[in-house]
């Protein structure tokens, strides 16, 4: 008889294939035109396999609101994701990320806006 389960998988093989064991909402409001989150649950020790960007409860993002995406600490202007609040929402996967920086460099706010991040792990 079998003692190890069919669903058991390698550290190698859960971090290939789209297997999420946990995942987590962060909430990031802004309200001047120049702001900056890093969202603290994608680290190295706990990188994400796929976030999604989207627009906070209850809040409206407006459509000229310029957002910089930067992952797994990429500081060079040319590899950094550049979206508007039409964009929204926004995936990426694909790769292993461990860390995640987003900047509103040009929010135009008029009033208190929310972005959320969903992280998956």
Known sequence: MATRPINRF????????????DYFFEDMTYATDTFSFTAANITSSQPAKKIVLYEGDGAT???????????NGE??????????GLNLPFTIEGILMTSLVVTVPDGDTTSS?????????
């Open 61 to 71: 993002v407006e459509d000229d609101d310029t957002f910089t995406i930067k992952l």
């Open 10 to 21: 390698t550290v190698q093989e859960a971090s290939n294939l789209l297997i999420y064991e």
């Open 75 to 84: 500081t060079a202007t040319n590899k950094s994701i550049i979206i508007t």
């Open 113 to 121: 806006d929310s972005l959320s991040i969903l992280s998956f792990h």
